[in-house]
């Protein structure tokens, strides 16, 4: 249970070697904080994290999660509340980028990153819900994109992907409500991560750091979405409502 400070004591973070998840997870941690549980593709890939994060009151553990292994995300929900008890936030923080010509070529990838991102994140999200909901508390974090807010030509399958979960936390947030659990949407713009590394960056690019400030500073607000940075919120105000042969023109990578 979080504290009267949104203190958590128990985080989840799927994607556990995510650098914008591990960095909200760090800005997570307080003296309140007893349990954390890095989910991860490869368990023994996040040992430095759990070394980093790990301390006296503290105790972390990696435990191996797969988005597209649908069939075990409720299992593992049910395994790490055994283990470490009420979950008070669940960072999702897993997802892959890819390359669009890539993706234009390859129908299978294509499939692969959607499969990832968004069917991944829906399995794995109702799971999280269903318990977040039996406690009455909780809070599930979704990485989304601005990618998703008004999807581009030059990363669509991406875009698309990050769109539709979007749209599925936005509408899970609204079937919380009044349950005492809630979902909090972070919507970065280009984030400096290994996701982008090697990348040219896009304007107003940000760090996992800044996110995870953003994050953190959401949660102990109470909202419901966070843009990182803010001024992205209102740069997709207009872009969204850009006409499509204007923006189709716009030199926006
Ligand atoms: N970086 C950006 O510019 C940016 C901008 C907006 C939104 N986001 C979103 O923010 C989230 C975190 O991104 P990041 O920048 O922190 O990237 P990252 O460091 O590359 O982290 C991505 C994470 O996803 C995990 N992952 C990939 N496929 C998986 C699968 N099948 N099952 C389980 N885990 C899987 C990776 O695990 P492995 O270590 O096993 O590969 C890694 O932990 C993503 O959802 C991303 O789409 C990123």
């Given at each position: 249970?979080?504290?009267?400070?949104?203190?958590?004591?128990?985080?989840?973070?799927l994607g556990g070697t995510?650098?914008?998840?591990?960095?909200?997870?760090?800005?997570?941690?307080?003296?309140?904080?007893?349990?954390?549980?890095l989910a991860c593709r490869n368990p023994?890939a996040?040992?430095?994290?759990?070394?980093?994060?790990?301390?006296?009151?503290?105790?972390?553990?990696a435990v191996a999660f797969d988005a597209e292994a649908y069939g075990t995300h409720a299992e593992l929900?049910?395994?790490?509340?055994?283990?470490?008890?009420?979950?008070?936030?669940?960072?999702?923080?897993f997802g892959v980028?890819?390359?669009?010509?890539?993706?234009?070529?390859?129908?299978?990838?294509?499939?692969k990153?959607?499969s990832i991102n968004?069917t991944g994140s829906?399995s794995v999200?109702?799971a999280?819900?269903?318990?977040?909901?039996?406690?009455?508390?909780?809070?599930?974090?979704?990485?989304?994109?601005?990618?998703?807010?008004?999807?581009?030509?030059?990363?669509?399958?991406?875009?698309?992907?990050?769109?539709?979960?979007?749209?599925?936390?936005?509408?899970?947030?609204?079937?919380?409500?009044?349950?005492?659990?809630?979902?909090?949407?972070?919507?970065?713009?280009?984030?400096?991560?290994?996701?982008?590394?090697?990348?040219?960056?896009?304007?107003?690019?940000?760090?996992?750091?800044?996110?995870?400030?953003?994050?953190?500073?959401?949660?102990?607000?109470?909202?419901?979405?966070?843009?990182?940075?803010?001024?992205?919120?209102?740069?997709?105000?207009?872009?969204?409502?850009?006409?499509?042969?204007?923006?189709?023109?716009?030199?926006?990578?």
């Open positions: 249970m979080q504290n009267a400070f949104g203190e958590p004591q128990t985080i989840l973070l995510s650098d914008i998840g591990l960095a909200i997870v760090g800005q997570l941690v307080s003296p309140t904080c007893r349990s954390i549980v023994d996040a040992k430095a994290h759990v070394d980093t994060l790990g301390s006296d009151g503290i105790t972390v553990t929900i049910a395994d790490v509340v055994a283990k470490v008890g009420d979950l008070d936030v669940v960072v999702m923080a980028l890819g390359e669009q010509s890539d993706y234009d070529n390859d129908p299978v990838a294509a499939a990153a959607v968004y829906v999200g109702i999280v819900a269903a318990q977040l909901r039996q406690q009455g508390h909780g809070r599930l974090v979704v990485l989304s994109s601005v990618a998703g807010e008004r999807v581009r030509k030059t990363n669509f399958v991406y875009g698309s992907s990050k769109a539709g979960l979007d749209g599925f936390a936005q509408g899970l947030g609204d079937a919380l409500e009044g349950t005492g659990a809630k979902v909090l949407i972070v919507r970065p713009g280009f984030v400096h991560s290994a996701m982008t590394h090697g990348m040219k960056a896009a304007p107003f690019a940000t760090t996992p750091d800044k996110v995870g400030e953003a994050a953190v500073a959401g949660l102990r607000r109470g909202r419901r979405t966070v843009w990182a940075p803010g001024i992205l919120r209102y740069v997709f105000i207009l872009l969204r409502h850009v006409p499509g042969p204007i923006f189709r023109r716009l030199p926006l990578g």
